[in-house]
Protein backbone atom coordinates (compact mmCIF):
# COMPACT_ATOMS: atom_id res chain seq x y z
CA UNK A 1 0.00 0.00 0.00
CA UNK A 2 1.07 3.72 -0.56
CA UNK A 3 -1.27 5.83 1.16
CA UNK A 4 -0.11 9.08 2.81
CA UNK A 5 -1.50 11.98 5.25
CA UNK A 6 -3.03 15.12 3.40
CA UNK A 7 -3.77 18.51 4.28
CA UNK A 8 -7.05 18.91 5.63
CA UNK A 9 -7.75 18.36 8.94
CA UNK A 10 -10.09 17.31 12.11
CA UNK A 11 -10.38 18.25 15.62
CA UNK A 12 -12.02 16.41 18.33
CA UNK A 13 -12.39 18.21 21.60
CA UNK A 14 -12.88 16.11 24.96
CA UNK A 15 -14.42 15.78 28.42
CA UNK A 16 -15.68 13.32 30.81
CA UNK A 17 -19.13 12.95 30.93
CA UNK A 18 -21.51 11.32 33.09
CA UNK A 19 -23.83 9.92 29.94
CA UNK A 20 -22.40 9.93 26.12
CA UNK A 21 -22.64 13.32 24.30
CA UNK A 22 -21.83 13.91 20.68
CA UNK A 23 -22.34 16.86 18.14
CA UNK A 24 -21.45 14.46 15.42
CA UNK A 25 -20.95 11.08 14.97
CA UNK A 26 -21.52 9.16 18.29
CA UNK A 27 -20.78 5.72 17.18
CA UNK A 28 -17.00 5.85 16.12
CA UNK A 29 -15.86 8.60 18.96
CA UNK A 30 -17.73 5.84 21.49
CA UNK A 31 -16.35 2.80 19.75
CA UNK A 32 -12.54 4.34 19.86
CA UNK A 33 -12.87 5.65 23.44
CA UNK A 34 -14.19 1.69 24.48
CA UNK A 35 -11.30 0.36 22.48
CA UNK A 36 -9.20 2.34 24.78
CA UNK A 37 -10.94 1.90 28.21
CA UNK A 38 -12.49 5.61 28.15
CA UNK A 39 -16.33 7.18 28.40
CA UNK A 40 -18.59 8.05 28.86
CA UNK A 41 -17.36 11.34 27.14
CA UNK A 42 -18.77 14.65 26.20
CA UNK A 43 -17.27 15.39 22.35
CA UNK A 44 -17.10 18.17 19.93
CA UNK A 45 -16.01 17.42 16.70
CA UNK A 46 -14.62 20.03 13.38
CA UNK A 47 -13.52 18.60 10.36
CA UNK A 48 -12.66 19.68 6.94
CA UNK A 49 -13.11 16.44 5.69
CA UNK A 50 -15.68 15.41 3.27
CA UNK A 51 -17.51 12.37 4.75
CA UNK A 52 -18.17 9.51 2.06
CA UNK A 53 -15.52 10.93 -1.12
CA UNK A 54 -13.28 8.14 -0.29
CA UNK A 55 -10.74 10.79 1.79
CA UNK A 56 -10.88 8.39 5.50
CA UNK A 57 -12.77 10.86 7.46
CA UNK A 58 -13.92 8.24 9.38
CA UNK A 59 -9.78 7.14 9.75
CA UNK A 60 -9.76 10.60 10.64
CA UNK A 61 -12.15 10.71 13.42
CA UNK A 62 -11.17 7.84 14.92
CA UNK A 63 -7.27 8.76 14.73
CA UNK A 64 -8.22 12.16 16.13
CA UNK A 65 -9.71 10.32 18.76
CA UNK A 66 -7.13 8.56 20.16
CA UNK A 67 -4.92 11.27 19.82
CA UNK A 68 -6.70 13.14 22.14
CA UNK A 69 -7.33 10.73 24.48
CA UNK A 70 -4.17 8.85 24.39
CA UNK A 71 -1.55 10.90 23.11
CA UNK A 72 1.27 8.57 24.53
CA UNK A 73 0.30 5.74 21.97
CA UNK A 74 2.84 4.09 19.76
CA UNK A 75 1.53 4.91 16.16
CA UNK A 76 0.54 1.25 15.20
CA UNK A 77 -0.97 0.60 18.30
CA UNK A 78 -3.06 3.62 17.99
CA UNK A 79 -3.89 2.40 14.12
CA UNK A 80 -4.37 -1.22 14.81
CA UNK A 81 -6.94 0.42 18.27
CA UNK A 82 -8.60 2.67 15.51
CA UNK A 83 -8.83 -0.44 13.07
CA UNK A 84 -10.39 -2.12 15.57
CA UNK A 85 -12.89 0.46 17.03
CA UNK A 86 -14.17 1.35 13.11
CA UNK A 87 -14.67 -2.17 12.47
CA UNK A 88 -17.05 -2.70 15.35
CA UNK A 89 -18.60 0.81 14.85
CA UNK A 90 -19.27 0.44 10.85
CA UNK A 91 -19.57 -3.05 10.51
CA UNK A 92 -17.18 -3.17 7.67
CA UNK A 93 -14.57 -5.20 7.40
CA UNK A 94 -11.64 -2.37 6.34
CA UNK A 95 -8.48 -2.59 6.24
CA UNK A 96 -5.55 -0.51 8.44
CA UNK A 97 -4.46 1.60 5.58
CA UNK A 98 -6.30 4.31 6.41
CA UNK A 99 -5.74 4.86 10.01
CA UNK A 100 -1.74 4.24 9.54
CA UNK A 101 -1.56 6.94 7.25
CA UNK A 102 -3.72 9.40 9.52
CA UNK A 103 -1.49 8.42 12.47
CA UNK A 104 1.84 8.29 10.83
CA UNK A 105 1.73 10.02 8.01
CA UNK A 106 4.73 12.14 7.06
CA UNK A 107 5.33 15.28 5.02
CA UNK A 108 5.91 15.16 1.66
CA UNK A 109 6.37 11.48 1.62
CA UNK A 110 3.50 8.80 1.24
CA UNK A 111 4.07 5.67 3.17
CA UNK A 112 4.86 2.61 1.52
CA UNK A 113 3.32 0.30 4.27
CA UNK A 114 3.26 -3.52 4.64
CA UNK A 115 -0.22 -4.05 5.84
CA UNK A 116 0.36 -7.71 7.46
CA UNK A 117 3.81 -6.84 9.20
CA UNK A 118 2.58 -3.46 9.60
CA UNK A 119 6.47 -2.29 8.49
CA UNK A 120 6.73 1.27 6.47
CA UNK A 121 9.15 3.75 4.53
CA UNK A 122 8.53 7.20 3.50
CA UNK A 123 8.46 7.67 -0.20
CA UNK A 124 9.52 11.45 -1.41
CA UNK A 125 6.88 12.75 -3.70
CA UNK A 126 8.84 14.82 -6.48
CA UNK A 127 8.36 18.16 -6.00
CA UNK A 128 7.15 18.89 -9.56
CA UNK A 129 3.92 16.52 -9.14
CA UNK A 130 0.67 17.70 -7.30
CA UNK A 131 -2.23 15.23 -5.92
CA UNK A 132 -5.47 16.19 -7.03
CA UNK A 133 -8.51 14.64 -5.55
CA UNK A 134 -11.61 14.36 -8.02
CA UNK A 135 -15.14 14.24 -6.59
CA UNK A 136 -17.23 12.18 -8.41
CA UNK A 137 -20.18 13.09 -6.91
CA UNK A 138 -21.18 10.01 -5.95
CA UNK A 139 -21.44 9.95 -1.96
CA UNK A 140 -21.77 6.07 -0.24
CA UNK A 141 -21.37 4.43 2.92
CA UNK A 142 -19.02 1.23 2.64
CA UNK A 143 -21.45 -0.72 4.97
CA UNK A 144 -24.48 -0.24 2.06
CA UNK A 145 -21.75 -1.68 -0.72
CA UNK A 146 -20.72 -4.57 -1.87
CA UNK A 147 -17.37 -3.91 -0.08
CA UNK A 148 -17.44 -6.24 2.61
CA UNK A 149 -18.18 -9.56 -0.34
CA UNK A 150 -14.79 -8.34 -1.74
CA UNK A 151 -12.88 -8.58 1.32
CA UNK A 152 -14.20 -11.76 1.27
CA UNK A 153 -13.86 -13.04 -2.08
CA UNK A 154 -9.64 -11.68 -1.77
CA UNK A 155 -9.19 -13.46 1.36
CA UNK A 156 -10.84 -16.73 -0.23
CA UNK A 157 -8.60 -15.90 -3.36
CA UNK A 158 -5.34 -15.75 -1.94
CA UNK A 159 -6.38 -18.97 0.30
CA UNK A 160 -6.55 -20.73 -3.45
CA UNK A 161 -10.67 -20.69 -2.97
CA UNK A 162 -11.11 -19.51 -6.73
CA UNK A 163 -11.84 -16.02 -7.57
CA UNK A 164 -9.38 -15.93 -10.56
CA UNK A 165 -10.47 -12.00 -11.01
CA UNK A 166 -10.02 -11.01 -6.80
CA UNK A 167 -6.62 -12.97 -7.08
CA UNK A 168 -5.12 -11.34 -10.70
CA UNK A 169 -5.87 -7.91 -9.21
CA UNK A 170 -4.05 -8.46 -5.73
CA UNK A 171 -0.92 -9.72 -7.11
CA UNK A 172 -0.98 -7.07 -9.85
CA UNK A 173 -1.77 -4.11 -7.23
CA UNK A 174 1.20 -5.75 -5.48
CA UNK A 175 3.55 -5.76 -8.38
CA UNK A 176 2.31 -2.21 -9.27
CA UNK A 177 3.11 -0.82 -5.70
CA UNK A 178 6.80 -2.03 -6.08
CA UNK A 179 7.04 -0.20 -9.82
CA UNK A 180 5.04 2.63 -8.38
CA UNK A 181 7.56 3.39 -5.53
CA UNK A 182 10.68 2.67 -8.50
CA UNK A 183 8.99 5.44 -11.18
CA UNK A 184 8.66 7.76 -7.82
CA UNK A 185 12.42 7.90 -6.83
CA UNK A 186 13.08 7.85 -10.86
CA UNK A 187 10.54 10.68 -11.39
CA UNK A 188 9.48 8.71 -14.57
CA UNK A 189 6.04 10.83 -15.52
CA UNK A 190 5.49 8.16 -18.48
CA UNK A 191 5.63 5.40 -15.60
CA UNK A 192 3.95 6.92 -12.97
CA UNK A 193 0.57 7.69 -15.44
CA UNK A 194 1.13 3.93 -16.53
CA UNK A 195 0.67 2.02 -13.50
CA UNK A 196 -2.39 5.07 -12.00
CA UNK A 197 -4.24 3.87 -15.29
CA UNK A 198 -3.08 0.25 -15.41
CA UNK A 199 -4.66 0.15 -11.34
CA UNK A 200 -7.90 1.62 -12.10
CA UNK A 201 -9.11 -1.11 -14.92
CA UNK A 202 -7.54 -3.65 -12.14
CA UNK A 203 -10.26 -1.98 -10.57
CA UNK A 204 -12.79 -1.65 -12.66
CA UNK A 205 -12.24 -5.20 -14.71
CA UNK A 206 -10.57 -7.48 -12.07
CA UNK A 207 -12.06 -6.10 -8.79
CA UNK A 208 -15.41 -4.87 -9.80
CA UNK A 209 -15.30 -2.08 -7.60
CA UNK A 210 -15.73 0.88 -9.95
CA UNK A 211 -19.06 2.77 -11.48
CA UNK A 212 -19.61 3.69 -15.16
CA UNK A 213 -19.61 7.45 -14.19
CA UNK A 214 -16.37 6.95 -12.81
CA UNK A 215 -14.58 4.95 -15.63
CA UNK A 216 -15.82 8.31 -17.34
CA UNK A 217 -14.35 10.44 -14.72
CA UNK A 218 -10.95 8.60 -15.28
CA UNK A 219 -10.78 8.88 -18.99
CA UNK A 220 -11.62 12.79 -18.71
CA UNK A 221 -8.86 12.97 -16.38
CA UNK A 222 -6.16 11.13 -18.40
CA UNK A 223 -6.74 13.17 -21.21
CA UNK A 224 -6.79 16.52 -19.30
CA UNK A 225 -3.38 18.60 -20.01
CA UNK A 226 -0.39 18.31 -17.35
CA UNK A 227 -2.49 14.80 -15.66
CA UNK A 228 0.19 11.80 -15.91
CA UNK A 229 -3.04 9.15 -14.80
CA UNK A 230 -5.45 8.87 -12.17
CA UNK A 231 -7.70 5.55 -10.46
CA UNK A 232 -9.93 5.66 -8.16
CA UNK A 233 -9.19 5.70 -4.64
CA UNK A 234 -10.83 4.54 -1.03
CA UNK A 235 -13.10 1.43 -0.84
CA UNK A 236 -14.55 2.13 -4.30
CA UNK A 237 -18.42 2.72 -5.45
CA UNK A 238 -18.28 6.05 -5.39
CA UNK A 239 -16.33 8.72 -3.64
CA UNK A 240 -13.19 10.32 -5.43
CA UNK A 241 -10.08 9.82 -7.49
CA UNK A 242 -6.91 10.73 -7.24
CA UNK A 243 -4.66 11.90 -9.88
CA UNK A 244 -1.15 13.09 -10.30
CA UNK A 245 -0.59 16.15 -12.31
CA UNK A 246 2.46 18.44 -13.36
CA UNK A 247 2.47 20.93 -10.82
CA UNK A 248 3.02 23.49 -13.28
CA UNK A 249 -0.38 22.73 -15.28
CA UNK A 250 -2.69 22.44 -12.25
CA UNK A 251 -4.90 24.53 -13.37
CA UNK A 252 -5.18 23.79 -16.48
CA UNK A 253 -5.56 20.61 -15.43
CA UNK A 254 -8.89 21.67 -13.12
CA UNK A 255 -10.15 23.99 -16.29
CA UNK A 256 -10.62 20.95 -18.43
CA UNK A 257 -12.39 18.55 -15.40
CA UNK A 258 -16.29 19.48 -15.01
CA UNK A 259 -15.87 17.86 -11.20
CA UNK A 260 -14.47 19.48 -8.27
CA UNK A 261 -10.77 19.08 -7.96
CA UNK A 262 -8.78 19.88 -5.00
CA UNK A 263 -4.74 19.78 -4.26
CA UNK A 264 -3.26 18.21 -1.55
CA UNK A 265 0.12 18.12 0.39
CA UNK A 266 1.11 15.44 1.92
CA UNK A 267 1.85 16.16 5.82
CA UNK A 268 2.60 14.35 9.00
CA UNK A 269 0.03 12.29 11.16
CA UNK A 270 -1.52 12.83 14.37
CA UNK A 271 1.07 10.17 15.96
CA UNK A 272 4.16 11.21 14.47
CA UNK A 273 6.97 12.14 16.74
CA UNK A 274 9.28 15.01 16.41
CA UNK A 275 13.11 13.74 15.19
CA UNK A 276 15.03 13.67 18.11
CA UNK A 277 18.34 16.06 18.22
Not at 55 to 74: H, N
Not at 127 to 153: F, K, Q
Not at 244 to 259: G, I, M, N, P, T
Request: hydrophobic share 45%.
Amino acid sequence: MLPAAVDRHLAVALAEAETWQVEGDETYVQAVAEELGRGPLRATIASEIPAGAGLSSSAALLVATAAALAPELDGVAAAQACRRAEQQASAVQVGIMDQFASALGLAGCALLLNCESLDYEPVPIPSDLAIAVIESGISRDLADTPYNDRRREAEEAVAGKGHERRLRHILSEGRRVGMFVAALEANDHAELGRLLREGHESLRDDFEVSLPELDRLAERAWAAPGCLGARLMGGGFGGSLVALVEAARVEEFKAALDAPVTIYRPVDGAFRRPAAT
